[in-house]
């Protein structure tokens, strides 16, 4: 049934009747009357009650691109689970979508975390067809400024960019004479993230994006190729900052869906690419290789990383000022000024930009000593790499895959992952907790901490099916809230005078769901993972409906909430009448755990039923 309806005219009158709290979107939070009258395209009158159904109706005016047409009474009353499906595939990768052609340049340059008086934008030297390209482009705008940037960048060099940062641009396609489109976070992540990517690209060959996700990988490669490894995010201060390593299950994963669309060419091309980035960015000896024959993350670079606010590690610098009796103010303009140096305090910091690069940005798992860590989950992730690399081979190459002027064998891989995976359990595994913990190689010992970064190994195929259970029954056990599974346990809450970190309690992340649902299933233990999808969604779709079709970036899984108060607040939180593309990886969580969660338990997340009624612990 169609609605004619005047579009500003309507937001006005929807939102002063409804919106009392005066944030431009309708939730259970305002007062009105939550009752909207609107005539048909016959006239008839349709009444709308309640909040998700009057919130959108603001979102479905808020989407015509006209100021007057028409649109549809089912789009309004669509169940829950079947709209948020739809308008991720319909509308928010678009929404996320950027590129830096002419028309989207500046939708990527203009934004909070540019500084100075031009907006700039790096393009590797050897690329001379993109250059040409971009400065045929900025050429109208006078503050923009086109700049090369050497591939043999050393550390200083990229630490000086520091006062001149700017975006790096990625995959420029000769053949179409256009860059590569790209998928951002959201919000204020306005740049392409390094493992966001592969949980977005999960979400995109779902949703049968098949453009859209090949450019996603094109971009990661383009990366390993002119700037030496997947960037943290393509601006310029993260140049010496990689992140969690997911390029191999990206490219086999999406090589698989779409083989009948792609040439094996493709495919070698990418996976030499993968076998560059495994050897020149993780097996760099005293860089991310330690001397446990185990790799750690190591953000290189010295001092305060450049994205943090300015005030994020005041109680810091409160703590080392006192050394020096003055006030912390003082000490930490004098620190940024290298007036004073303090080898304690640069090694902190050294550990504060290797948790960065682990992605997960802040715990309190990993502060003041992520650099010293061979860490489950980055261990486990390169043991799906040397396992991805073995079967690629194996299975499209013949056994034999030709890498720059060596012929790599299928089994070679196979030793790898064999040899990686005896030294964690070496390491490891503890087998009086049954779980996998973080090995500091410094102090020679286990650093226990209830993370969900434990149950890595499950996701990776590196477990026993005997360790596997044990995991999920001491570990997981620990890690289940009403709203699925939480970063660390309670257990490891820090003190109320700590500052509260994200990827602590009571914080639940989309990428721990997703890599854990997966990681049960590979044991058989598909009835905990249906549990946990179900509570996860749950919590997706109670959000969608009370609160105006919003989809944030994490969740307070314990209270089941949004809302919270936490470093860097909730990406996506923040929008008009519509959300601005939701967030890319909770986009792709709801993507992922739809296609997995068994059909009987969808009318359940349609009527908002609680997890706790149906999973009632035996």
Not at 99 to 123: A, C, I, P
Request: neutral net charge; contains cysteine.
């Amino acid at each position: 049934m169609r609605l004619p309806i005047h579009k500003s005219i309507l937001i006005e009158q929807l939102l002063k009747q409804e919106d009392t709290t005066g944030s431009f979107t309708i939730t259970i939070d305002d007062l009105g009357r939550k009752k909207f009258i609107i005539n048909n395209e016959k006239g008839h009158k349709i009444v709308l009650r309640g909040t998700y159904h009057l919130s959108n109706l603001l979102q479905e005016v808020s989407l015509l691109p006209q100021e007057k047409g028409n649109i549809f009474l089912q789009h309004i009353i669509e169940e829950p689970v079947k709209r948020i499906s739809r308008v991720i595939k319909d509308f928010y990768w678009t929404k996320l979508t950027r590129n830096f052609d002419k028309e989207g340049l500046l939708n990527v340059l203009e934004d909070e975390k540019m500084q100075g008086d031009f907006l700039r934008l790096y393009v590797p030297e050897s690329d001379v067809d993109a250059l040409a390209f971009y400065k045929n482009i900025t050429a109208l705008y006078k503050n923009v400024k086109v700049e090369t940037i050497s591939e043999d960048i050393s550390n200083e060099d990229a630490i000086a960019l520091n006062k001149k940062p700017g975006i790096l641009t990625l995959a420029y396609s000769k053949e179409n004479k256009k860059s590569v489109p790209f998928v951002v976070p959201g919000g204020r992540f306005n740049e392409m993230y390094g493992w966001d990517s592969y949980f977005i690209g999960i979400g995109l060959i779902i949703d049968d994006k098949f453009e859209l996700a090949k450019a996603m990988i094109d971009n990661l490669e383009y990366q390993i190729i002119h700037y030496g490894k997947i960037l943290n995010a393509n601006r310029s201060y993260y140049l010496s900052r990689s992140q969690p390593p997911f390029f191999t299950s990206f490219i086999k994963e999406f090589y698989e869906s779409y083989s009948n669309k792609l040439q094996v060419d493709w495919l070698q091309q990418k996976l030499t690419s993968a076998i560059s980035e495994y050897f020149n960015v993780w097996m760099t000896k005293n860089v991310r290789l330690t001397n446990t024959q185990l790799n750690r993350y190591f953000g290189e670079g010295t001092g305060i990383p450049n994205e943090t606010e300015p005030n994020h590690f005041d109680n810091i610098f409160k703590i080392f000022a006192e050394k020096y009796n003055i006030s912390f103010i003082e000490f930490r303009e004098k620190y940024k000024r290298k007036e004073i140096i303090d080898e304690d305090l640069d090694k902190y910091f050294i550990h504060d930009r290797s948790m960065r690069e682990s992605g997960h940005d802040t715990t309190s798992r990993l502060d003041n000593c992520s650099a010293h860590l061979n860490t489950v989950d980055l261990n486990s992730l390169l043991y799906k790499y040397e396992c991805d690399i073995s079967y690629l081979i194996i299975t499209y190459f013949n056994g034999v895959f030709k890498y720059n002027n060596d012929y790599l064998t299928s089994d070679v891989w196979l030793r790898k992952a064999k040899k990686r995976r005896e030294i964690m359990l070496n390491l490891m595994w503890n087998e009086e907790e049954s779980t996998f913990y973080d090995y500091n190689f410094v102090k020679k010992q286990q650093q226990p901490c209830i993370s969900a970064s434990n149950l890595y190994p499950l996701w990776a195929n590196l477990c026993t099916q005997k360790q596997a259970r044990k995991i999920a029954n001491n570990q997981l056990s620990k890690l289940i809230c009403k709203g699925g599974i939480v970063s660390t346990s309670h257990l490891e809450a820090t003190s109320s005078s700590q500052p509260k970190r994200q990827w602590d309690f009571p914080y639940g992340w989309a990428p721990h769901q997703m890599l854990i649902w997966q990681g049960l299933n590979n044991y058989n233990m598909e009835k905990k993972s249906q549990e946990l999808i179900y509570r996860w969604l749950w919590l997706i779709v109670k959000t969608v409906v009370n609160y105006n079709g919003l989809i944030p970036e994490k969740f307070d899984v314990n209270k089941c909430t949004h809302k919270i108060n936490v470093e860097y607040g909730n990406v996506g939180s923040n929008f008009k009448y519509v959300p601005d593309g939701g967030f890319g990886w909770t986009n792709a969580s709801f993507k992922l755990g739809l296609k997995l969660l068994e059909d009987s338990y969808v009318d359940n997340l349609n009527s908002l039923k609680d997890p706790d009624e149906i999973f009632v612990e035996n």
